[in-house]
């Protein structure tokens, strides 16, 4: 194995194959840091570039553009509040409070190294046990998918800040809203009211940053402008944060990374729900889970080590079996079937120099994209010393662009209008944005996979409790939901034996 990845190397270390891979990993560092260009579009917009290279060489760009795509995210979510791809959601939770606090370089530095490593993480799985592994998620049917949805979704009684009810309540909302357009299955129409434009529903992109971004732009336009405000203060030094800080997230980064590279391998799911559950896990682990969403070091590492570990457990059922385990890889299988190499079974046998290229090529762009961003990270925290009112109308523009670039149609841009309405609504009752997004993005996956398994049962609800692999996550999502009801109740009763029974 170390000599052919010894060739995978000495392939890709050249000055034109080293320079496909820098370029890919600065353009999707770019389209990862705007809001509404992801590395989807990055893949897609270079693909049919590849077409004229080796295929070695094709490899190298594009996997450069996914690894800068899925990492440039974290800009935008730390400096602006603003997820840069659904892969950075969780970034904002506390690495926003962090740049707020004058933290800004201590945030950047965590999550910059702590994305290396869990991209690192996920390529050593990659190249050691990518067969086995993949054979084991072939293993996951509807069932399996619907029993692993369910118990995704009881993490939003840890993502519901004070009350669960209102996170039950949100989580509905979301849910609801996934449902509107062509069921998954029969394609019957639903919650349409005769809108054409609403029949492939709401996309996630516009969804995510209006949530996210234009509730907080009408939130922010509530005070007045102050020009003489105090501009918030950042000091980096090195990657901002001691040895001994670095070390204390140890658990809690090869955990994240296990839960990002684990939802990788399972098709469909994406880095999208990773870091979410990612953060939802850290935080109910955690000693002081009062501290998530105010700044902890803790929810930053969470985040950005499990969503960038998601890239190479995406790539394992790709390459070992041919199946694409989000939207990016499906592009990347793309990329290889027209230079006419079909990933599967025989891809380790059969195209070893192509195998252990792309191998080396994940290598160089991961550390590509950490020497980038410590470069820019001086750079991109100056964003923070430009007023509001001049930085807020520019990203606003290109939230517009990037939502309308999604498909090309207006109907995207009037989407992110309303979801940030309704956002900045939430935000005014007091429910939490984090379990609509969960719901927004978990609702259907549930919806399909409960109605494919009652389709492979014939409408039998027997089998969804005897599969061993269902009734294990019905039990983990059993255990999570009475320790957090035990948690609470022990926190009440600890109030009041504090306020003394009154």
Same mark, same amino acid.
């Given at each position: 194995?170390?000599?052919?990845?010894?060739?995978?190397?000495?392939?890709?270390?050249?000055?034109?194959?080293?320079?496909?891979?820098?370029?890919?990993?600065?353009?999707?560092?770019?389209?990862?840091?705007?809001?509404?260009?992801?590395?989807?579009?990055?893949?897609?917009?270079?693909?049919?570039?590849?077409?004229?290279?080796?295929?070695? =060489?094709?490899?190298?760009?594009?996997?450069?553009?996914?690894?800068?795509? $899925?990492?440039?995210?974290?800009?935008?979510?730390?400096?602006? !509040?603003?997820?840069?791809?659904?892969?950075?959601?969780?970034?904002?939770?506390?690495?926003?409070?962090?740049?707020?606090?004058?933290?800004?370089?201590?945030?950047?530095?965590?999550?910059?190294?702590?994305?290396?490593?869990?991209?690192?993480?996920?390529?050593?799985? #990659?190249?050691?046990?990518?067969?086995?592994?993949?054979?084991?998620?072939?293993?996951?049917?509807?069932?399996?998918?619907?029993?692993?949805?369910?118990?995704? #979704?009881?993490?939003?009684?840890?993502?519901?800040?004070?009350?669960?009810?209102?996170?039950?309540?949100?989580?509905?909302?979301?849910?609801?809203?996934?449902?509107? +357009?062509?069921?998954?299955?029969?394609?019957?129409?639903?919650?349409?009211?005769?809108? %054409?434009? #609403?029949?492939?529903?709401?996309?996630?992109?516009?969804?995510?940053?209006?949530?996210?971004?234009?509730?907080?732009?009408?939130?922010?336009?509530?005070?007045?402008?102050?020009?003489?405000? !105090?501009?918030?203060?950042?000091?980096?030094?090195?990657?901002?944060?001691?040895?001994?800080?670095?070390?204390?997230?140890?658990?809690?980064?090869?955990?994240?990374?296990?839960?990002?590279?684990?939802?990788?391998?399972?098709?469909?799911?994406? +880095?999208?729900?990773?870091?979410?559950?990612?953060?939802?896990?850290?935080?109910?682990?955690?000693?002081?889970?009062?501290?998530?969403?105010?700044?902890?070091?803790?929810?930053?590492?969470?985040?950005?080590?499990?969503?960038?570990?998601?890239?190479?457990?995406?790539?394992?059922?790709?390459?070992?079996?041919?199946?694409?385990?989000?939207?990016?890889?499906?592009?990347?299988?793309?990329?290889?079937?027209?230079?006419?190499?079909?990933? +599967?079974?025989?891809?380790?046998?059969?195209?070893?120099?192509? $195998?252990?290229?792309?191998?080396?090529?994940?290598?160089?762009?991961?550390?590509?994209?950490?020497?980038?961003?410590?470069?820019?990270?001086?750079?991109?925290?100056?964003?923070?010393?430009?007023?509001?009112?001049?930085?807020?109308?520019?990203?606003?523009?290109?939230?517009?662009?990037?939502?309308?670039? $999604?498909?090309?149609?207006?109907? =995207?841009?009037?989407?992110?209008?309303?979801?940030?309405?309704?956002?900045?609504?939430?935000?005014?009752?007091?429910?939490?944005?984090?379990?609509?997004?969960?719901?927004?993005? #978990?609702?259907?996956?549930?919806?399909? %996979?409960?109605?494919?398994?009652?389709?492979?049962?014939?409408?039998?609800?027997?089998?969804?409790?005897?599969?061993?692999?269902?009734?294990?996550?019905?039990?983990?999502?059993? $255990?999570?939901?009475?320790?957090?009801?035990?948690?609470?109740?022990?926190?009440?009763?600890?109030?009041?034996?504090?306020?003394?029974?009154?």
């Amino acid at each position: 194995m170390l000599e052919m990845l010894s060739a995978g190397f000495s392939e890709m270390l050249t000055i034109y194959t080293m320079s496909l891979i820098f370029i890919g990993v600065a353009m999707g560092l770019v389209f990862g840091s705007i809001p509404g260009l992801t590395a989807t579009m990055a893949v897609a917009i270079c693909l049919p570039i590849t077409f004229t290279m080796s295929p070695s =060489d094709g490899m190298a760009l594009l996997m450069g553009l996914y690894i800068g795509g $899925v990492s440039g995210g974290l800009i935008p979510a730390i400096l602006l !509040k603003l997820p840069g791809t659904p892969s950075s959601i969780s970034s904002t939770f506390d690495g926003y409070p962090m740049a707020q606090k004058g933290q800004a370089g201590k945030a950047f530095g965590l999550a910059i190294v702590f994305s290396f490593l869990g991209g690192l993480l996920s390529i050593a799985t #990659l190249i050691l046990i990518a067969p086995p592994l993949a054979q084991f998620a072939v293993r996951f049917g509807p069932i399996e998918y619907f029993a692993i949805t369910v118990f995704a #979704l009881t993490l939003i009684s840890s993502l519901s800040d004070g009350s669960i009810v209102k996170g039950i309540l949100a989580a509905l909302i979301g849910i609801s809203l996934a449902m509107v +357009g062509s069921a998954p299955i029969d394609a019957f129409p639903r919650f349409t009211f005769g809108m %054409n434009a #609403l029949d492939a529903g709401f996309n996630l992109l516009p969804a995510l940053i209006g949530l996210f971004a234009i509730s907080e732009f009408l939130k922010t336009s509530e005070s007045k402008v102050n020009p003489l405000v !105090k501009k918030i203060s950042y000091k980096i030094k090195g990657f901002g944060f001691s040895v001994a800080e670095f070390f204390k997230q140890g658990w809690n980064f090869f955990r994240s990374a296990f839960i990002g590279i684990a939802i990788g391998i399972l098709p469909g799911i994406g +880095g999208g729900t990773a870091n979410i559950i990612a953060y939802a896990t850290a935080k109910n682990q955690s000693k002081h889970p009062e501290e998530f969403g105010k700044g902890t070091p803790e929810g930053v590492v969470a985040s950005e080590s499990s969503n960038n570990a998601a890239v190479g457990g995406a790539l394992v059922p790709l390459m070992a079996l041919g199946i694409p385990g989000d939207t990016v890889t499906a592009m990347l299988l793309g990329g290889l079937v027209i230079h006419g190499i079909q990933p +599967g079974p025989l891809f380790f046998t059969s195209n070893t120099d192509i $195998v252990y290229g792309i191998f080396a090529a994940l290598i160089i762009a991961n550390i590509a994209m950490l020497v980038f961003l410590f470069l820019g990270m001086r750079f991109f925290v100056k964003l923070l010393s430009i007023p509001k009112h001049i930085l807020l109308p520019i990203i606003l523009v290109l939230c517009v662009v990037g939502a309308f670039g $999604v498909n090309n149609r207006l109907f =995207d841009v009037w989407a992110l209008l309303f979801f940030g309405v309704l956002g900045y609504l939430l935000i005014k009752l007091k429910f939490p944005l984090t379990p609509v997004i969960l719901g927004f993005i #978990l609702g259907p996956i549930a919806e399909t %996979n409960l109605r494919r398994g009652l389709m492979q049962t014939q409408g039998d609800f027997l089998p969804f409790f005897t599969e061993p692999i269902a009734v294990f996550f019905f039990g983990v999502a059993i $255990v999570s939901v009475g320790l957090k009801i035990w948690k609470n109740h022990r926190k009440k009763q600890t109030e009041i034996n504090i306020s003394g029974g009154v």
